[in-house]
């Protein structure tokens, strides 16, 4: 409800209007009214209607495609976007991503965990890294000027190289203490290359989600999605790089496995 709030007010359309809408999307993911129980995994955990599987997937392409065309044309185009789009777009991309969570909440706490904590590793090592090394190894250039001037290649690199090092430690950790299974754990599973590769798409898809809320602030002429969280700035702001990210991650545990 406080995301949609902000975000009414970045795309100057009705607050209470939003609020409401927030409020029954909030009772459409949390209500217990059988979506999340209708099939389980072979190893016993409970699995997602079968219809949010591809929802997972579209959001996926939406947010893959979505995100190359805003970041490529940068702030400037974002008004030239019909209005209903830009009033749509958060909305839906949280009510996929709270199915998402409560997807991943399901699999365990252990699981969910490290889901969230890929987009916390990538933020923390991208800032420390871009800091003592941005512009020195590519030559000054950034990852998207117009839209977030501080954001550097080194720091997007540094960001992958954060969550392989926490997804190597977690695996780790799972075996070593018979945890219920991570994020990190099902893709190890599945061979070293899978591995990398759906870290690196996962951490590219949460910088996604960072640049596409920075370029929709700028557009506005704002720092911040709010001021609800003092010293943060909004709800936006701390969940931006989660909205693609969940549903992506669930997507690729899903890919390979068969429902009972």
Known sequence: VAA????????????????????????????PNGLFWQARWPDGLPQAAAWLVPLWGAASLSWVAGGAWLLRHGPARWPDLPQWLRQ???????????YALVQARLRGVNFLLSALALVW??????????????????????????????????????????????????????????????????????????????????????????????LVKRAAGVKDSSRLLPGHGGVLDRIDALLPT??????LVSIGQEVK
């Open 121 to 214: 590793a990538a933020d923390i090592a991208a800032y420390f890294v871009g800091r003592a090394l941005g512009g020195k190894l590519s030559g000054g250039r950034k990852l998207a000027p117009s839209i977030s001037p501080g954001k550097s290649w080194e720091g997007a690199a540094g960001g992958f190289l954060g969550v392989l090092l926490t997804a190597a430690a977690w695996t780790w950790m799972d075996r070593a203490w018979q945890l219920s299974p991570s994020l990190y754990t099902i893709f190890w599973q599945r061979g070293v290359a899978w591995f990398a590769g759906a870290l690196a798409l996962l951490t590219a898809m949460s910088v996604v989600g960072d640049l596409t809320e920075s």
């Open 88 to 98: 749509i777009s958060v909305p839906l991309a949280l009510l996929v991503a709270g």
């Open 4 to 31: 949609l709030w902000e975000w009414s007010r970045l795309v100057n359309d009705r607050r209470k209007l939003w609020m409401g809408f927030g409020a029954a999307m909030t009772w459409a993911i949390l209500s």
């Open 246 to 251: 969940l549903p992506l991650a669930l997507l």
